[in-house]
């Protein structure tokens, strides 16, 4: 089963930049990284959880919320079977667990409810 773990996140001030990182391990025989999509989704204390961007398997294709378009990139290394969210010009609104997720997806969603595998999630603090 797959298994995924966040890393990069802390505390940050306002205008500063973080770089998410989710690496997959626990690959089936046949399926590999390439064969998911990968979603960054976050939550806020008292606010449901929330999609950030995705990315498709070849990584050709990108969604980005409203809310950190210009702001927030998303990127695949499938060779090392590793996502990444790269987060500029951060601001306390972004401060959440930030959560990586997997999901055999065609376009890639911002949808929670299709993706099957979950990161156990890593904090984003953005602070003066």
């Known amino acids: 089963q797959l298994q995924l773990v966040e890393s990069g996140g802390g505390l940050v001030q306002p205008g500063g930049s973080l770089r998410l990182s989710c690496v997959a391990s626990?690959?089936?025989?046949?399926?590999?990284?390439?064969?998911?999509?990968i979603g960054w989704f976050r939550q806020a204390p008292g606010k449901e959880r929330e999609g950030v961007s995705c990315i498709n398997s070849s990584g050709a294709t990108t969604f980005y919320a409203d809310s950190v378009k210009g702001r927030f990139t998303i990127s695949r290394d499938n060779a090392k079977n590793t996502v990444y969210l790269q987060m500029n010009s951060l601001k306390p609104e972004d401060t959440a667990v930030y959560y990586c997720?997997?999901?055999?997806?065609?376009?890639?969603?911002?949808?929670?409810?299709?993706?099957?595998?979950w990161g156990q999630g890593t904090q984003v603090t953005v602070s003066s």
């Open positions: 626990g690959f089936t025989l046949d399926y590999y990284l390439d064969y998911y999509s």
């Open positions: 997720a997997a999901g055999r997806i065609g376009l890639g969603s911002l949808r929670r409810y299709d993706y099957d595998y």
